[in-house]
């Protein structure tokens, strides 16, 4: 029991400072990407929510965190970005063209929809594989990492257009050179 407790400590704590590492190193990326508080806050707000719900649902169905399943929040929080990245540079692309917020959120979900529907898809396809593994706890990190995969994608496509026409978004214009590192990326 000593051992086991020692253990579960220790997950714990790995899990929480890795986990603050990778949102850390997201939050860089995106600002050496984006140049905007928005372009950080976003996709940050997507992939916490979907990281956090995936946990509540294991606590929900009384699944305990394993030393396997403490990987899902940092492995959902790097994975889960990528939806958000993808609608936000379309979007940021889009509004610099002189088109209003609401065409430019409307042109975003347009052409990276199925991009990010098909992307999504295919990792909870991957990700569903380790289910079948005879250890169990390879099988929910699995199942419940394809579960987080699948929240970000609906928080992208359903929280994400809302946020960006609710918060202010300044205008960058092309001359701004230091603005466009994402497109030049």
Known sequence: PVVVDLFNRAVATDMTRCAFYALAMIALSMGFLFRRASGVCLPLIVVVASAVSALGLMALLGVEV?????????????????????????????????TSK???????????????????????????????AEISAIGEMGVFSAAG????LIFTIVLLPPMIAIIPVKRITLKDKKAVVMDRA
């Open 149 to 152: 995969v699948i929240l970000a």
């Open 102 to 132: 609401e065409e430019a959120v409307a042109r975003a979900m347009k052409h990276s929809g199925l991009p990010v529907l098909l992307t999504s898809l295919t990792t909870v396809a991957g990700l569903l594989s380790f289910a079948f």
């Open 66 to 98: 394993k030393i396997m399943t403490a990987i899902l929040p940092v492995l959902l929080l790097c994975v889960g970005v990528a939806d958000s990245v993808h609608v936000l540079t379309i979007f940021f692309r889009e509004y610099r063209a002189d």
